[in-house]
């Protein structure tokens, strides 16, 4: 069989999810958009919530619809998109709390679904969702009469802890919402690591639970091991791969293995990366193809079966260092034709 493994350590998230609840006093929820940061939002969210998240989030009416049918009834299941057109059965038919977003969301879900669950999302200074100060205040009263179950805005620059964002946004927030009763959240992953300043009543981290910086002492969540299709011995002189841009420079051993960028493993990551057999480095030899990779093993004591490109050695941050890239983008990445196989939970 040539196809790779990821494993996805459910218990390791449980861990994470319930280390970053230790670090506040208040509820912590989840973020599982994008398909759980492509680690299957349904076994996600099912294992946090058997750790007690009772608020899953997610950035469109479609995601939560499917959540929904995984998780049952019972947790709240929040969209950040809010309420767009074409979303209300799916609001009203799976119990998805929108967001509202603008004036024109809030017509909408009133008009639509009076008297159904929502929250409001504002605009701190990022300047991507949420209703701007000015905005908010026209609708304040309304919004407020309605009883919104929550009132969130977000952080831009929470993964720099000195960044004068983070303050300038805490400042906003609190000027648009102080006084208010509906609970309030503020605080991503990075937004937690800040303190207890910017937590308010829910938290909704993402990144951490799934093993990524900034949450520094995040445990691993996923290991991909790639199987070895062919292994060759190469002299002094031979190439490797499309353009020729690996040259043999000692007698090497070869191994091709069964992965490439369509699995997500980004080209550019090529010059600098390196696989691992137990505890051996062997770098990536030539350019990545779309599903194969040359990588000398040479120094590796025994023939491999499968070497492993993720896993305790080396996180989804370091290869996101390869590619001029972040963790998230390394894990949505994450290709479709892997094995997945969830361990714990
Ligand atoms: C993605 C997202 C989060 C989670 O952020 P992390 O950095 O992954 O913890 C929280 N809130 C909003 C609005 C988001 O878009």
């Known amino acids: 069989m040539a196809q790779a493994k990821l494993s996805i350590d459910l218990d390791a998230l449980r861990g994470n999810w319930r280390a970053l609840n230790d670090m506040t006093g208040c509820e912590t929820a989840a973020v599982v958009k994008a398909d759980g940061y ?8 099912k294992a946090l919530s058997r750790e007690g998240a009772r608020r899953f989030f997610v950035a469109i009416a479609e995601e939560g619809a499917s959540l929904r049918e995984a998780l049952g009834p019972g ?11 074409g979303d209300t059965d799916m609001i009203n038919d799976l119990s998805l709390t ?20 929502f929250g409001i999302q504002l605009d701190s200074g990022m300047n991507r969702l949420g209703m701007e100060p ?15 179950v929550l009132i969130m805005s977000h952080l831009a620059c929470a993964d720099e802890p000195d960044h004068e964002m983070n303050p300038q946004q805490l400042r906003a927030f609190r000027e648009m919402t102080d006084g208010i009763d509906a609970p309030r959240s503020l605080a991503q992953t990075g937004g937690i690591l800040l303190g207890p300043d910017y937590h308010f009543d829910v938290t909704r981290p993402g990144i951490g639970v799934y093993g990524g910086l900034p949450f520094v002492d995040a445990q691993p969540v996923v290991t991909l091991e790639i199987p070895v299709i062919q292994i060759r011995d190469l002299e002094p002189g031979e ?14 051993r070869l191994a091709t293995i069964a992965g490439g960028y369509a699995d997500g493993i980004h080209r550019i990551m090529g010059p600098r990366a390196s696989l691992f057999s137990g505890e051996t480095r062997c770098p990536i030899a030539g350019r990545i ?21 993720l896993g305790q050695h080396q996180s989804v ?29």
């Open 98 to 117: 929108p967001m509202i977003n603008s004036i024109d969301q809030m017509l909408r879900h009133v008009e639509a679904l009076p008297g159904a669950p």
């Open 38 to 45: 492509g680690l299957g939002a349904a076994r996600v969210a």
């Open 239 to 252: 190439t490797v791969g499309y353009g020729n841009s690996f040259t043999a420079t000692r007698p090497i």
């Open 289 to 309: 193809s779309m599903d194969l990779i040359g990588v000398d093993v040479t120094d590796a004591p025994e023939v491999p079966d499968t070497l492993e490109l």
């Open 317 to 345: 941050d370091t290869l996101a260092d390869w590619a001029g890239t972040i963790g998230y983008e390394i894990l949505t990445s994450l290709g479709a034709r892997y094995n997945r196989v969830y361990r714990g939970g």
């Open 134 to 148: 000015g905005e908010w205040s026209a609708l304040r009263d309304i919004a407020l009469a309605q009883n919104p």
């Open 75 to 85: 947790p709240e299941i929040c969209v950040f998109s809010g309420h767009m057109s």
